[in-house]
Each structure stands twice: as structure tokens, then as C-alpha cells.
């Protein structure tokens, strides 16, 4: 019972356009939310991050936007680089949920120049 | 600040040896939360310290275990290792913000049970 969802296992953008992951999660208790970026061999690293008191999020490149009544974030990362390459994951936690993030499975993102 | 670092970076057991890993938050950090990953099921919260106590605990068998120092470094125990038990192993820090807890990841362990 996977309760965040990302649907897309990959992605595939062209270089300068728009790359947007989708990401989907059930526990309508969820309040803050992160997207985290990894490459092979190494640990995920912080993107960016939105509670659940926002609907959007902007940091340079990155925006994340949450829409609580249909259970849905998304990243959009504009333009997109080819060193974004990677694998993107949703992460979401419940308030005091004392350190335990829920994963997505990830989507793999591939830029092509 | 120096980021979170865990040792050893590889690791290779066989069956039934028992692993110890090795965590170091980030400074000022209070509070390190253990992953596995895996590809089959992603990644899955082992527990999380806080204060050198264990605040909350994934559903893992009681083979997994950790402890955490009064300077916040963390470990984490396997006894009895299972070949099901090759992951990479994911330590992270919190740093709680006015939104949220945010969690910055280590490089990980990759352990490989023959």
C-alpha cells in the first residue's frame, strides 16, 4: 500500500524545455512535502520543499506545486539542464512524524542536449 | 558545514555476521534517521534518533537496531545478516524549519550480504 506515488518510472526533456514529475500520495494527513534529487552511488540531496499551508514553492529553477484537494504535487524544473539529470523522489511526512519521510519510487529524468 | 558522512562507504558480509554503520550528522543536528534502499521496494524508513533516544521506529525485524552518542553520531546494527539484507543504507539529519523537518541525506552504505 504505497501511500506517495510516482507513476512516471522516467522522463525524457529536451534541453531548455520544461520537465515536469509528477507525484501523488493518499494520506490526506501528509502536511509537508519534499522533492529530493539522487544520483547513482550517492544519498539523496534536498531540492525543495512546500507545506501544506502553501500551493507553491519557487527556488531559482525549481518550483513545486501542491494541490491538497486532488492529493497531487509536482515539480517543474524550467529550463531544464542536462546536469539535472537524475532520479527525482516525492517524499512526504505527517506533523511529528519525528523523522519518518514516505518515499515515492522515484522517476528518472533524462535531458537530452 | 560539512555534510552528513556515514563509514564505510562498501561493505561485503556473508550470511549470518552481524554489520555495524556509522553516521555523523550534520552540526547541530539533533536528530539522524536511518533508510534502507532497495530497488524492489525504494526507500524505507529503518528509525529515527533524537536526544540519543529512539523517537520512532519503521517496520523492520528486531535484527535492525541503532543507537545514537550524546554528539548526535548514530549507529546502526544487522545481526544475523540475510542475503535479502544487501541494500544501500541511508543515514539522514533533520533540521526542523518553520515549515517542516527537512532531511539531509549521507552518501550511504552499500552493503553486500553473500
Known amino acids: 500500500d504505497q501511500q506517495v506515488k510516482q507513476n512516471s518510472p522516467s522522463l525524457s526533456v529536451q534541453e531548455g524545455r520544461i520537465s515536469i514529475l509528477n507525484c501523488d500520495y493518499t494520506?490526506?494527513?501528509?502536511?509537508?512535502f519534499l522533492w529530493y534529487k539522487k544520483y547513482p552511488a550517492e544519498g539523496p540531496t534536498f531540492l525543495i520543499s512546500?507545506?501544506?499551508?502553501?500551493d507553491k514553492n519557487e527556488d531559482g529553477r525549481f518550483t513545486v506545486f501542491l494541490n491538497k484537494s486532488a492529493k497531487h504535487l509536482s515539480l517543474h524544473i524550467v529550463p531544464s539542464q542536462p546536469g539535472d539529470s537524475a532520479v527525482y523522489f516525492c517524499?512526504?511526512?505527517?506533523?511529528?512524524?519525528?523523522?519518518?519521510?514516505?518515499f515515492g519510487k522515484g522517476t528518472k529524468l533524462s535531458v537530452k542536449p | 558545514k560539512a555534510g552528513v558522512t556515514q563509514t564505510p562507504r562498501y561493505l561485503i558480509k556473508t550470511r549470518g555476521q552481524q554489520v555495524t554503520l556509522s553516521c555523523s550528522p550534520i552540526?547541530?543536528?539533533?536528530?539522524v534517521s536511518w533508510y534502507q534502499q532497495t530497488p524492489g521496494q525504494g526507500l524505507q524508513f529503518l528509525f529515527e534518533?533524537?536526544?540519543?533516544?529512539?523517537?520512532n521506529k519503521g517496520n523492520f525485524p528486531g535484527r535492525f537496531s541503532g543507537r545514537q552518542f550524546s554528539n548526535s553520531r548514530s549507529e546502526m546494527n544487522v545481526s544475523t545478516l540475510e542475503l535479502g539484507d544487501s541494500a544501500l543504507y541511508l543515514c539522514?539529519?533533520?533540521?526542523?524549519?518553520?515549515?517542516?523537518?527537512?532531511?539531509?541525506f549521507g552518501p550511504g552504505t552499500r552493503l553486500l550480504v553473500l
Open positions: 494520506n490526506s494527513m501528509f502536511d509537508y
Open positions: 512546500i507545506s501544506s499551508i502553501k
Open positions: 539522514a539529519s533533520s533540521h526542523l524549519t518553520a515549515n517542516g523537518e527537512t532531511q539531509y
Open positions: 517524499a512526504a511526512s505527517e506533523g511529528g512524524s519525528q523523522g519518518n519521510l514516505i
Open positions: 534518533y533524537f536526544s540519543e533516544t529512539q523517537r
Open positions: 552540526s547541530g543536528h539533533r536528530s
